[in-house]
């Protein structure tokens, strides 16, 4: 059982930046989808940035692209979320997500479809003021 548990949130100013941090335990020999996701009071859950299995391929939401970036440390088995230009519309608890891969390696587009409905942290909190 795959266990993840997310730190680095803050309230910060608008124009401002944070790196979230995710660690994981529990992870086999496999690959990992890897990912983050946020949600906002009121609002669904949606994506914010994924990484495939082999640590090469990327999708994000459009309104993270240029401004956030996703990566690993995998010697800390610690999976990471840049962000800079924050906006007050990216307030929200951020999730961090893994499921593994079947596969010999899985592109971010096919974790695209499976990490929704993977396991995720216990989130952190990004407030930004205006």
Partial sequence: QVQLVESGGDSVQTGGSLRLSCVVSGTTESGYCMGWFRQAPGKELEKVAIMGSSGVTFEYAASARGRFTISQDKAK??????????????????????????????????????????????????????
């Fill in 77 to 130: 088995n610690t999976v990471y979320l840049e962000m800079s230009r924050l906006k007050p519309e990216d307030t929200a608890m951020y999730y961090c997500s893994a499921t593994s891969c079947p596969f010999n390696a899985c592109a971010a587009a096919y974790c695209d479809t499976r990490l929704p409905s993977a396991s995720r942290g216990q989130g952190t909190q990004v407030t930004v003021a205006e």
